[in-house]
Each structure stands twice: as C-alpha cells, then as structure tokens.
C-alpha cells in the first residue's frame, strides 16, 4: 500500500495542530497549508490521499475553497468542523466534501473516518487509471472526474465530445492522432462516410473555443491528424 500522504489545510494554526496530533496517531506523513494558494501549490507538486479541511466557522469562502480543490483535484475531503446547522453541512457537501467530523470528536475516530476514505479512493484509483486531472504546470488543468477545464484559473466550458477529445489528446502530449483514430477512441467505430467531416468539426469547435481565451493547444499536422501541445509540459 502507498505511504498515506495527508494534507491538511486551515487559516490559522489549528491546521498545524491538528496535523501533529494527526501524525502521533496514525501512520501519515500529514504536510500543512495555511492558505489556499499554499494548498494548491502542494496539491500540484505533491501527490496526496486525502485533504482534510480544518474550519473554524461557518463562511461562504469555505465552500468557494473546497469547491476550487474539488476542480483542481480527485482527492478526498474530509472537514473538521464546530458544530453547524444542518443547511451549513449540506453547504459543504454541495461544495464537494466527502465527510466530516466535529473538531470535539475523538482522533482515533478521524483516524478510522481518515483511513476508510483513503482505501476507497486507492481502490478506486486502481480500478481507473483515468480518476487523475491533467495539470500541465499551473495553466491548465483537465479533471475528468467532474468534467472540468481550468485555463488560468477560469472555466472553459465544452461539449461532452470536445472534452473527450481534449483530454484523449492531452493524455498523449505531442503524439499525433489521426482522424480515424480519434473517432474510434471517441465515438468507438470505424471513420464512416460521415465520420472524417465529424471529427473535423469537432475538433473546429474545439480550437476555436481555445482561441478565444488565447491558447493553441490543438495542433493541425496538415495530411496526417492533430496533436496536443502541451504549455510547458505535465506535471
């Protein structure tokens, strides 16, 4: 089994001492962030099993974090929270948590709660290799889990078939696909008489939408197919 790597994330030191009684009682490396800035950094430089939010009061933002860390990354999110109302709760679980835990409950408790949603994510991560987002530095992030693209911190919205040419392409940096290859990977049949013109299209579709926000990813290698050119290369 993978080491368990853990982040926890918090505005204060509460992130911090929760942490260090985290790693007396369970066998985890358990890093810190006290900013979302730092937590996304570690997030795309590091691979983690689970973030754990520690919140202090119940505020918009939180959810606006958790909801951000939901479109950058797959990993699991577990609050530890005061006690709140049942609509502050179900804010966070709209927002994109996977559970939580009162900050009076006892560790050995978040420890179990802890290890039981990382074996589902490690076991899920085995079934389908696919469950990882794409992060091509801190331009852009492909997460195919919920279906999002991220371009300098802004969503671009696609088609289902946009997307899954997008993400196809992009798992393969630089390598080129030929139309008939695409259409077989996409839309799982053999190039028809229409099929050539289909693909064509979408792909127009997608180029163009990724001109509008200034980036040239989609490559066209005139005779052959297209490629994906990463921005500066995947992390």
Known sequence: M???????????LTAFQFAKKFMQNASADVS???SVKEALNLLLSSEYCLVIMCIQSFE???????????????????????????????SLFHAGINA??????????????ANSLIQLY????????????????TELIINPIYRHVIIGGEPLELTRTEFDLLYYMASH???IFTRQQLYRQIWGDDLGINGENTVRSHIGNLYKKLAD??????QNSRGVGYKFLPPTGKK
């Not at 609050?79 to 109302?85: H, T, Y």
């Not at 490690?122 to 530095?137: C, G, H, M, R, S």
Request: with cysteine; charged share 25%.
């Open 2 to 12: 993978l080491s368990k790597r853990i982040l926890a994330i918090g505005d204060d």
């Open 32 to 34: 810190y962030a006290m």
């Open 60 to 90: 918009k933002h939180n959810a606006e974090i958790i909801r951000l860390i939901r479109e950058t990354s797959p990993l699991p999110i577990m609050a530890i929270v005061p006690k709140l109302s049942v609509s502050e709760k179900i």
């Open 100 to 113: 939580y835990l009162e900050q009076s409950v006892n560790i050995s408790i978040c420890v179990a709660q």
């Open 122 to 137: 490690l076991d899920a991560k085995k079934a389908d290799n696919k469950i990882y987002p794409l992060v091509f530095e």
């Open 173 to 175: 940096p630089s390598q």
């Open 213 to 218: 926000v200034g980036k040239n990813y989609i």
